[in-house]
T-cell receptor, first 113, second 114 residues
Framework: DSGVTQTPKHLITATGQRVTLRCSPRSGDLSVYWYQQSLDQGLQFLIQ???????AKGNILERFSAQQFPDLHSELNLSSLELGDSALYFCASSVGELSGELFFGEGSRLTVL | GQSLEQPSEVTAVEGAIVQINCTYQ??????LSWYQQHDGGAPTFLSYNGLDGLEETGRFSSFLSRSDSYGYLLLQELQMKDSASYFCAVRDRPDSGGYQKVTFGTGTKLQVIP
């Protein structure tokens, strides 16, 4: 158990809908990262927050948005969902901005029908 | 641009040694990490190299050469449970400035056979 909690674990929804994925980092970790992993693919970096502020952005679609709240939990919002958005979405956390070690949650598996 | 290259698949025999290479092209390089991911599971951290040289953690070792933009993960005394995907990940800063980010390679699927 990494200490990173993600909910929901599984989510099935229809095209055009909107979903919110939630992540609670390890106690004491200030950085939160979001990654997308499609079937048999690598981990695509979406976005990173540190202590409530956006720090780095990857190839995150405009239909996706995220934020980190004062209690350090983070939410990833996916809207106008398309079939291609079906993937495993991982949240990771680290103590600082420059840590070489990320701790990953178990992921949220999104299926868009 | 930025890229990381790893072999897509490697097969090795139980008890043997296997090396998984990773080459990268990036700017503002800070360090190279390795992660293990079993099918359907979450990536778990194995090692981090911020400086050139070898880092050893039990059966796993990782090496970095910054001048060659190259690193590898060495797994010794392979066990069946080592069958998994292994990802190298680079922490770097983009050319345009801004904050560091962690970018993962496409992963190497290791199959350990009896």
């Amino acid at each position: 158990d990494s200490g990173v909690t993600q909910t929901p674990k599984h989510l099935i929804t229809a095209t055009g809908q909107r979903v919110t994925l939630r992540c609670s980092p390890r106690s004491g970790d200030l950085s939160v990262y979001w990654y997308q992993q499609s079937l048999d693919q690598g981990l695509q970096f979406l976005i990173q927050y540190y202590n409530g502020e956006e720090r780095a952005k990857g190839n995150i679609l405009e239909r996706f948005s995220a934020q980190q709240f004062p209690d350090l939990h983070s939410e990833l919002n996916l809207s106008s969902l398309e079939l291609g958005d079906s993937a495993l979405y991982f949240c990771a956390s680290s103590v600082g901005e420059l840590s070489g070690e990320l701790f990953f949650g178990e992921g949220s598996r999104l299926t868009v029908l | 641009g930025q890229s990381l290259e790893q072999p897509s698949e490697v097969t090795a025999v139980e008890g043997a040694i296997v090396q998984i290479n990773c080459t990268y092209q990036t700017s503002g390089f800070y360090g190279l990490s390795w992660y293990q991911q079993h099918d359907g599971g979450a990536p778990t951290f194995l090692s981090y190299n911020g400086l050139d040289g070898l880092e050893e953690t039990g059966r796993f070792s990782s090496f970095l050469s910054r001048s060659d933009s190259y690193g590898y993960l060495l797994l010794q005394e392979l066990q069946m449970k080592d069958s998994a995907s292994y990802f190298c990940a680079v922490r770097d800063r983009p050319d345009s400035g801004g904050y560091q980010k962690v970018t993962f390679g496409t992963g190497t699927k290791l199959q350990v056979i009896p």
